[in-house]
């Protein structure tokens, strides 16, 4: 008698702890790019317009309010801006996703928004960039607000492009 339920206690201790860190693990990867992006640094020479690093800029304010890394990823800039809570205003990263050549005709920039660091997102949004090219304008196609739910068939898609950044993070900030 004691040794299935000493084998059912083990199973049950072997699914929690398999169970358990499916969330926390999201949540520490997030963690891990926010203290990744204080540490890293700029690439060197500043001004050097023909640098291979990956690491395009990085920014730390000294009154500890916003550090923002950029890096480069194929043909899209990734920005992470990590915005720490002051007053009632939350702890965020903020996750940009661009094209690297700069403002153009039929682009596509995106942003989402973690304002409690959990690894859920809480806000994106999509503009695309219209003609005519000597005078482009941003037209917002796509929003996300889970708060509200506004624009709750876009969830999945804004969680993705979140969960890649922090992947694209994760392996080539710093570099």
């Known amino acids: 008698m004691l040794q299935p339920v000493r084998l059912l206690v083990l199973a049950g201790l ?4 398999v169970s358990a860190p499916a969330n926390a693990a999201e949540r520490e990867q997030v963690r891990i790019v926010i203290n990744l992006m204080a540490a890293v640094k700029m690439p ?7 640098n291979r690093a990956k690491t395009q800029r990085v920014w730390l304010e000294y009154n500890g309010m916003a550090t923002v890394a950029c890096l480069r990823h194929e043909d ?10 002051v007053g ?3 702890e965020m ?8 050549g ?14 409690d660091l ?12 219209e003609g005519p ?12 607000h889970r708060a509200t739910n506004r624009g709750d068939k876009f969830r999945a898609e804004y969680q993705k492009l979140y969960d890649d950044g922090i992947q694209i993070a994760l392996k080539y900030l710093g570099e």
Not at 103 to 114: A, G, S, T
Request: with cysteine.
């Open 14 to 17: 072997l699914l929690a702890v």
């Open 93 to 100: 990263l903020r996750i940009r996703n661009e094209p690297a």
């Open 44 to 50: 060197f020479p500043e001004n050097l317009p023909r």
């Open 102 to 115: 700069g403002i153009q005709v039929d682009q596509l920039y995106h942003y989402v928004d973690d304002f």
């Open 88 to 90: 009632a205003r939350a």
């Open 133 to 144: 090219r000597q005078a482009p304008v941003g037209v917002v196609i796509q929003f996300f």
């Open 76 to 85: 899209r800039r990734w920005c992470y801006e990590h915005i720490a809570p």
């Open 118 to 129: 959990d690894g859920m997102i809480d806000v994106g949004s999509t503009t695309r960039i």
